[in-house]
C-alpha cells in the first residue's frame, strides 16, 4: 500500500488485519517503510515521529523491529524502515521478491511541467512523461490532479507498480516503487534507469530490499551514469534478508557540495547513535562506484 501527503496510513491496518481474519489469512510478515517527509511537522498522529509509527505498529505485531538509515550530511534523506516476523514464513523465490523504492526531488523543469493539467485527453501525463515505458507490459491505472499532480498503479500478474508526482518547482517530488517483479530478467540497471529518464531529478534515493544480502549484487550495481552516490547504507533485517540504501547526486550538483572524508567518518557515527534510539542497527559506509 502506498499513499503521501498527510495520509494516516498506519491507520489502515485494523481493517486489514479484520479482513485476513474473516478469511482465516494469518500475518507472516509486516514491513513498512519511507522517505523522510517534506513538510515533517505537518504530520498527524500516528506519523509525527518514526518513534511513534513503531510504538504504534508494535501494538499490532510483535518481534518488530525499527531501522533509521542514513548519512547526517543528508538530514532530508533518511530511510526509515520497520519489520516484524509471524510465526510462520512462506518459502519465497529470492529474485522476485526483491523491493525496489526510489524517491526524487528538484525535478528536471521541463519533465515536471508535463505533469500540470491541462484540456489533454485522459492518460496524457502517462504519455508524455514516458511512465508508460517504464515497464511496457504493466496494466496502468492513472490519475491526474487539478491542477497538478499525478498518481498511477500498475499491475501485471502479480507484479506490482506505483508512481506518485508532486511537480510544483521549489519542492517537486517523484516516488517509484515495485515489487513482484522477476528482476533476474528484467534487471534493476536498467529499471532505474529509465525511471530517471521521467524526471532526471536533482537528487535521488534508492532502496533494494531482498531476502538473501548475496542477491544484491546480482540485481544492480549501484552505478547510475550522470550521478553520484554520496552514502550508502547496507543493513541486515530481523528475520532475515537485508536492506541496501543509496543516496544519488547530480554530478555537476555533487561537485559543489563535495564534502571531506573525515567528515563522512563522524557522520556515520551520529546516525548509530540516532538509530539506537529507535532501535536496530545499522552499518554505514562511503559509496564510490560499484559493491
Known sequence: MKTCGTTKLLHS?????????????????????????????????PHRSFAEEIAYLNS?????????????????????????????????????AVNLEMC????????AAVFFKNSGCDGEMTKKSGINQIIPSHEICDFEFDPCGYSMNAIEGAAYSTVHVTPEDGF??????????????????????????????????VAVTCPGGGLLEDVWSGDVEGYMCESGVLQPLAGGGCVVYWCFTAKERAEMLCTPAKLVMQCCKEVAEEEAEVGGGVAAFSCVGSF
Open 13 to 45: 491496518i485494523p481493517q486489514i488485519l479484520k479482513l485476513a481474519d474473516s478469511l482465516s489469512l494469518a500475518v507472516q510478515s509486516v514491513r513498512y517503510s519511507r522517505g523522510t517527509f517534506i513538510f515533517e511537522n505537518s504530520q498527524p498522529a
Open 60 to 96: 499490532f505485531f510483535k518481534n518488530g523491529s525499527g531501522y533509521l538509515l542514513g548519512d547526517p550530511k543528508f538530514p532530508n534523506r533518511n530511510w526509515h524502515i520497520y519489520v516484524a516476523v509471524g510465526d510462520s514464513q512462506p518459502a519465497v523465490n529470492p529474485t522476485a
Open 104 to 111: 526524487m526531488t528538484g525535478l528536471d523543469r521541463e519533465k
Open 172 to 205: 517537486s517530488y517523484a516516488s517509484y516503487e515495485a515489487m513482484g517483479l522477476d528482476m533476474g530478467s528484467i534487471g534493476l540497471n536498467p529499471l532505474v534507469k529509465r525511471v530517471l529518464k521521467c524526471f532526471e531529478p536533482g537528487q535521488f534515493s
